[in-house]
């Protein structure tokens, strides 16, 4: 399968997996809220093991203000943000009118081995822009596909031959038999006292 049927069977798969959970836990409120919520729950798919930015698309009924947006990944996705914050907000600011799309871009590394569907938690706080506004907050649910990266763990090979020889002779005066010693590394013969990869004999 490429990657374009297989992205697309993922996201088929998040969205209905996403849309069952949003179902049975928040069925009976949908009707009734209003505010900001991401435009898809599904996020543009990444390769595993590797950082990459992401955006999570908002649009709201209302005007809102002071918009922080965390995402938990859960112990396999590491969730970043820009300027060193411990929270994304607009592209534009931090403000949201009704009829306007607006970002808040995360950077995330998903570590699975074999791909899949990460699930994420978003968790938006905002105000109605108005004197002393109460802050609120809501919860998303989000689906992030996992490409499969064939480059990980890295594979490599390394092919080194190490051949040394070496000669050496060694004499040996008298009625016995003279053994010289050779070390050495590789495919080599040494006789008395020299370096290669084999025994050494003295003469007699």
């Known amino acids: ?28 409120a949908a ?5 900001p919520r991401p435009v898809s729950s599904v996020l543009g798919a990444v390769r595993a093991h590797t950082a990459s930015w992401v955006n999570i698309n908002w649009r709201t ?19 970043d943000y820009r300027g060193r914050r411990d929270y994304a907000t607009f592209l534009r600011g931090d403000t949201l009118r009704p009829g306007r799309v ?12 074999r791909g899949g569907i990460a699930r994420l938690r978003a968790i938006i706080s905002y105000d109605d822009c108005g004197f002393r506004a109460r802050t609120e907050r809501r919860f998303f649910s989000l689906a992030l596909p996992v490409l499969r990266n064939p480059g990980w763990p890295g594979h490599g090979q390394g092919h080194g031959n190490d051949h040394g020889q070496g000669q050496g002779h060694g004499n040996d005066h008298g009625n016995g038999n003279g053994h010289g010693n050779g070390n050495g590394h590789g495919g080599g013969n040494g006789h008395g006292n020299g370096h290669g990869g084999g025994n050494g004999h003295g003469k007699r």
């Open 1 to 28: 399968m490429n990657n374009t049927r297989r992205i697309g069977a993922m996201v088929a798969l998040a969205t209905a997996t996403v849309g069952m959970a949003a179902a049975t836990t928040a069925a009976p």
């Open 31 to 35: 009707a009734a809220a209003r505010g």
């Open 61 to 79: 009924d209302r005007r809102i203000c002071d918009v922080q947006v965390r995402v938990v990944g859960g112990r396999d996705v590491d969730i």
């Open 102 to 113: 607006d970002a808040t871009p995360i950077r995330v590394r998903a570590d699975l081995d």
